[in-house]
């Protein structure tokens, strides 16, 4: 038994048949040191379907009305996606999220596959640092979508066109008109989100910790349109049409089909997601190991 009794709740969709055993040792390993764990009901069905696995002792979820009342921490099993959707009840729930990398890149991630046993430890003896990272909060309007609701995005907002024909996005910053965007979409990124789907359309890398967002185009009409940086406080509204009638709109890894036009508000939400790091690790070690920075194969 370990010295603490830590509450956890563990977020995933599914996992690869090489990463079985790492997910294992990871609950066996909570539940021997006495921590109180819940299993994502989704999880917890793929294992059940796939490996014919069955845990004892854990708690199911199914929504974050479930969550303990308690809860230290929200442990995401996957990639990039996964955590993008755990992130979702990190922020409402206000605990820590922790990645661990069962998928590609995992870029966002505090763990690898194989470090689960350090990891937890880690968490125990509290040996890490926790990123405050800012979230965007956005509202949707149009024919079917319900402008009440508040959507949150910890990578970025996107508006893209639903088929062959260019959007024209008119947009205003404070109240201000900025311009109308000829393109297949637009990015509104935050400092996380600007090394996802922002650095591939040409957006700059914004360092974690800077008050800024990110205001990119999607392949626009007008090659003088280049990526515009803006204050954090900022408040954006959106209005998007064009001739296919529906117009998609992406809060992270969650998709709207809008029949257009559509207005989408942005600004910077209230909360933050906290994000854990472990000791050692930083920003500029990720963009060198994860984004080949600085890689030269000639050498």
Known sequence: M?????????YGWSIA???????????????????????????????????????????LFHGEEDLFEDLDYIVSVGGDGTLLDAAQYAYRAGVPIVGINFGHLGFLTAAQSGEVCGLVLALESKRYTIEDRMVIGVHIAS??????????????????????????????????????????????????????????????IVLPGTEAMVLCPIAPHNLSMRPLV???????????????????????ARVFRCRGPVEISAMRARRRVRLVRMEGDSFFSSIREKLNWGLDERN
């Not at 014919?52 to 854990?58: M, N, R, T």
């Not at 954006?236 to 809060?251: F, M, N, Q, T, Y």
């Open 143 to 204: 024919e079917d979508a319900d402008n009440g609701e508040l959507h949150v995005a910890l990578n970025d907002l996107s508006i893209q066109k639903s088929g062959k024909s260019m959007l024209h996005i008119n947009t205003h910053v404070d109240g201000v008109f900025l311009c109308t965007y000829w393109s297949d979409g637009l990015i509104l990124s935050t400092p996380t989100g600007s090394t996802a789907y922002n650095i591939s359309v040409g957006g700059p």
């Open 2 to 10: 370990g010295g603490s009794q830590e509450r956890v709740a563990v």
């Open 17 to 59: 048949h090489e990463d079985f055993d790492a997910l294992i040792q990871l609950f066996e390993t909570m539940l021997e040191r006495g921590w109180r764990l819940q299993i994502y009901c989704k999880l917890e069905e793929w294992l059940r379907r796939h490996f014919g696995y069955q845990i004892e002792g854990a708690v």
């Open 230 to 252: 803006l204050p954090s406080d900022s408040e954006i509204v959106l209005r998007a049409s064009g001739r296919d009638g529906e117009v998609l709109v992406g809060v992270d």
